[in-house]
């Protein structure tokens, strides 16, 4: 656990800092606020409630929404194809930068996982892929797009199944 803490401060950038240093000024500026209005209670207690959501909710939903505005690409599955004589899936796909900044790097996963006739069973099959790859790309500039292909292996599965890929780009 602390390997991730540490790899989450280590790859904060400066705009991360500004975010929680802004929801950091707003929770004093309503806690203060809060204060002042001490005659009028129902006040006092909004500013208080609000202050403390803004404080648990703000940092997080501002992380997320920020990433993805900062560093927005697409990814599109092109093919896969499950090897015969090896126990592998091969995807291919591509990664384009949608973003106005150039990307230092790219982790790029491919996650395949069961599929049944019931969409919420399908649902949870998400959460727990059978097997996933990562690759990484390194300096994608804005507006380029690159292809990639991922091996998955060992794959041993034999029924139905689905792949689903993704990026983390930084």
């Known amino acids: 656990m602390k390997e991730k803490i540490d790899a989450f401060i280590q790859g904060l950038i400066v705009y991360d800092y500004i975010l929680f240093g802004s929801v950091f000024i707003l929770f004093i500026l309503f806690i203060v606020l809060s204060l002042l209005s001490k005659r009028k209670v129902g006040i006092s207690v909004f500013f208080v409630l609000l202050s403390f959501s803004i404080l648990l909710l703000g940092p997080t939903l501002g992380y997320i929404k920020m990433h993805q505005f900062l560093f927005k690409n697409s990814v599109e599955l092109i093919s896969q194809k499950k090897l015969t004589f090896v126990k592998a899936i091969v995807v291919k796909g ?10 230092k790097s790219c982790k790029i996963t491919a996650n395949a996982y069961k599929v049944t006739g019931n969409s919420l069973k399908d649902f949870i099959y998400q959460f727990k892929p059978l097997s996933n790859m990562s690759i990484l790309e390194d ?23 689905n792949i689903s890929i993704g990026a983390k780009c930084k």
């Open 139 to 161: 300096s994608i500039h804005k507006g380029e797009s690159r292809e990639f292909k991922i091996i998955i292996e060992p794959f041993t599965y034999a029924k139905d199944y």
């Open 94 to 103: 591509t990664l384009k930068n949608e973003s106005k900044l150039d990307f």
